[in-house]
Nanobody
């Protein structure tokens, strides 16, 4: 059974940093494209970042480019999202997911995924 468990959210001041983790079980991370989505109150779900499993290329939404870094540790079967220079508009529930269309070369990250993990709340506020 595919399972994804996200953690690492919390309250942080603007300009601060957080690192989200997503522990995967039931499959290995490089079996599928994998990534992070977020959903803020009253807003639609947004694809934040993903890794293409074929070539390891990465996609970032324009809103987070240069501030967030996605990575994976295959030995731990864990996906990470390092978030720096956080802004109030980054406040959202963050979800990890796998098996979505992720084509960084075309700047495409589909909003649908086959497997979804639990969410973790990130609140950026002073």
């Amino acid at each position: 059974e595919v399972q994804l468990q996200a953690s690492g959210g919390g309250l942080v001041q603007p300009g601060g940093s957080l690192r989200l983790s997503c522990a995967a079980s039931g499959f290995t991370l490089d079996d599928y494209n994998i990534g992070w989505f977020r959903q803020a109150p009253g807003k639609e779900r947004e694809g934040v970042s993903c890794i293409n499993n074929s070539d390891g290329s990465t996609y970032y939404a324009d809103s987070v480019k240069g501030r967030f870094t996605i990575s994976r540790d295959n030995a731990k079967n864990t996906l990470y999202l390092q978030m720096n220079s956080l802004k109030p508009e980054d406040t959202a529930v963050y979800y990890c997911a796998s098996d979505m269309i992720c084509l960084p070369g075309l700047r495409i990250m589909d909003n649908r995924a086959e497997y979804w993990g639990t969410g973790t709340l990130v609140t950026v506020s002073s």
